[in-house]
């Protein structure tokens, strides 16, 4: 069945990086367009990034352009989001899901906190 | 950007009665390949969201069909037939016509 599948969440320090990855099974993952969401605790939900099926077009949330880069690997079924620059405020749940949000990962929790 | 505005916050709701909620956009959804990217979400404690519905009317695979989708250009709403407990649960709309996409603030129906 369709699954995705976040890693890479935990503790880092203000400033540090970190990198998130989704790993994708049970659909052409090639075939479609991906992003990444948050969820600060308690909070709603913000979108950060969209990337385009063959990685060519990306977008970004200002609240994290150019500190954060979202990439994907079509041949291992597997999307990435670099995330440097951390600060407190990016502190969430991180998912990923398809671009018309039909399937969504369990989430990886990243926590920025000295 | 779009602002999403989600209506009530907090829905009481009782048992196999009726439920709406609103969401209003601050431009229209339209897109120029004439659809209306307008998604209702569904968030049960604990779990990722799970998409109920999308482009205003269109129930995703397995979502039962108490619940419904109407609206057009602005302003939006999402209808439960007859709430059930498994309902309990915090809603979203959201805009996928434009970047950046936006969220409602959410609305959280209580029993």
Redesign the interface.
């Known amino acids: 069945q369709v699954q995705l599948e976040e890693s890479g969440g935990g503790l880092v320090k203000p400033g540090g990086s970190l990198r998130l990855s989704c790993a994708a099974s049970g659909f052409n993952f090639r075939d479609f367009y991906m992003m990444w969401l948050r969820q600060a605790p308690g909070q709603g939900l913000e979108w950060i990034s969209y990337i385009s099926n063959v990685g060519t077009t990306k977008y970004y949330a200002d609240s994290v352009k150019g500190r954060f880069t979202i990439s994907r690997d079509n041949a291992e079924n597997s999307m990435s989001l670099q995330m440097d620059s951390l600060r407190v405020e990016d502190t969430a749940v991180y998912y990923c899901a398809t671009s018309g949000m039909s399937r969504w990962g369990q989430g990886t929790l990243v926590t920025v906190s000295s | 950007d779009i602002v999403m505005t989600q209506t009530p916050l907090s829905a009481p709701v009782t048992l196999g009665q009726p439920a709406s909620i609103s969401c209003r956009s601050t431009e229209s959804l339209l897109h120029t390949d004439g659809n209306t990217y307008l ?1 209702w ?1 569904q ?1 049960r404690p604990g779990q ?4 109920l519905i ?1 482009n205003i009317a269109n129930r ?1 695979s397995g979502v039962p069909d108490r619940f419904s989708g109407s609206g057009a250009g602005t302003d939006f709403t999402l209808k439960i037939s007859r709430v059930e407990v498994e309902d309990v649960a915090v809603y ?1 709309c ?1 805009q ?1 016509t434009q ?8 609305t959280r129906l209580e029993i």
């Open positions: 998604i979400l968030q990722p969201p799970r998409l999308y995703f979203y959201a996928a970047f950046p996409i936006t969220f409602g603030q959410g």
